[in-house]
């Protein structure tokens, strides 16, 4: 099993950066990728950044050039660093693992950006 802690979710102003983390622990082994998600007030839940443990990277639109996902080279950790940050980025932001058998998530840390 996988276990997964996100940390970092505050109060920033509009422009402003922080980096998210997510701790990984328990059978990481079995993790074949990582991701960030975020559901916005009232909204389901939508994915903000992907990657796989093969290489591969993803980002929603509205984060491209933005944001940045990176991870340990254990697969401790994936981490979201966020730069630039604008009212509509307020959400409770997911860490999510996946395995071949499974699909983890983490408990969410909220941000809230401030105009």
């Known amino acids: 099993q996988v276990q997964l802690v996100e940390s970092g979710g505050t109060l920033v102003q509009t422009g402003e950066s922080l980096k998210l983390s997510c701790a990984a622990s328990?059978?990481?082994?079995?993790?074949?990728?990582f991701g960030w998600y975020r559901q916005l007030p009232g909204k389901e839940r939508e994915s903000v950044a992907l990657?796989?443990?093969?290489?591969?990277?993803n980002y929603a639109d509205s984060v491209k050039g933005r944001f940045t996902i990176s991870t340990d080279d254990n697969n401790n950790a994936v981490y979201l660093q966020m730069t630039s940050l604008q009212p509509e980025d307020t959400a409770v932001y997911y860490c999510m693992a996946t395995t071949y058998t499974a699909l983890v998530w983490g408990q969410g840390t909220q941000v809230t950006v401030s105009s």
């Open positions: 328990g059978s990481t082994f079995m993790i074949i990728a």
């Open positions: 990657f796989s443990t093969g290489g591969n990277i």
